[in-house]
């Protein structure tokens, strides 16, 4: 089975973009607007892979990378945090199992990151 990526991004249409992209790649995509969801449906998802927006209303990326490496069932899981900031204003950008993509990207590289932290997704089967 494919690797499930969870998309945590507040503006819709870069989500839907995203998760788009990464199913026409052969993942199994799911997408969220907030960060406060994400850690609400974590363990119903059972994600492979996270792709984090850093800046959101209410809880932002970096909140919700504290809370989810203080649990034990998803301390190692996969983060790429998608930004505009670029890498250097993202201390966590350092950490094991973290990487960072630079807002703009295009459809090619967000593959390829996601690629190499979690592996290819299965190549979809046409009928």
Known sequence: ????????????????????????AGYVA????????ALERLAEIRPQIVLLDMEMPGMNGREF???????????ELPVLIVSGYGETSLPSS????????????DNVTLIDCVGRMVGPASIPTSA
């Open 94 to 105: 350092e950490r094991p199992g973290i990487a960072v993509l630079a807002k703009p990207f």
């Open 30 to 37: 799911v997408g969220l607007p907030s960060a406060i969801t």
């Open 65 to 75: 990378l504290v809370r989810l490496r203080a649990m034990p069932r998803w301390a």
């Open 1 to 24: 089975m494919a690797p499930k990526v969870l998309v945590i991004e507040d503006r819709e249409y870069v989500r839907q973009v995203m998760v788009a992209v990464l199913v026409d």
